[in-house]
């Protein structure tokens, strides 16, 4: 039976190109008020995905995340390595994700349950892709509605 999951998921988990080449100027260019940073949303997004990895692939343990402890302090990277080695295992997740749901397998007695732990991730990373998306449009450093069909291609 073919697995349909990687159609039905194929675009949960579209950043809208946010983290592609970003620079560490355009991460450190934080609205005024802004409860979190670029860098520390990105952390706690790796942070999470990392979990939630896990746990599809250790499905039949309960494993524990303190929430709070997924945020770090540092409000920017110290510099573009440290962003660029950071955005290389955000994108490695994203990949590893897909390969876990091309694995999956109706037959599976726990499919439900990593259903929903795809389905969590997907909201999740919508998110705080929409909090990223409008701080870097406060900052000028992203394309505005109207300029996104080109931007995106």
Do not use: C
């Not at 999951?5 to 946010?18: G, W």
């Not at 991460?27 to 995905?49: D, F, G, M, R, V």
């Not at 962003?83 to 599976?108: P, R």
């Amino acid at each position: 039976m073919p697995n349909h999951y990687q159609a039905l998921f194929a675009n949960s988990f579209d950043t809208f190109k946010v983290f592609d080449n970003l620079t560490l100027s355009e991460i450190s260019n934080t609205p005024t008020n802004s409860p979190k940073t670029i860098w520390q949303i990105l952390n706690h997004l790796i942070t999470w995905q990392n979990y939630q990895l896990t746990q599809l692939k250790n499905i039949q343990q309960h494993i524990e995340l303190d929430e709070e402890a997924t945020w770090i302090d540092d409000q920017n990277p110290s510099d573009q390595q440290g962003l660029n080695s950071a955005l290389v295992i955000f994108k490695n997740q994203q990949q590893q994700l897909a390969d876990e749901i091309s694995a999956f397998d109706n037959n599976d007695l726990y499919i439900n349950q990593k259903l929903k732990i795809v389905q969590d991730l997907s909201v999740h990373l919508s998110f705080h892709v929409g909090e990223v998306i409008l701080m870097r449009r406060m900052a000028g450093t992203y394309p505005l509605p109207h300029q996104m069909k080109e931007f995106l291609n």
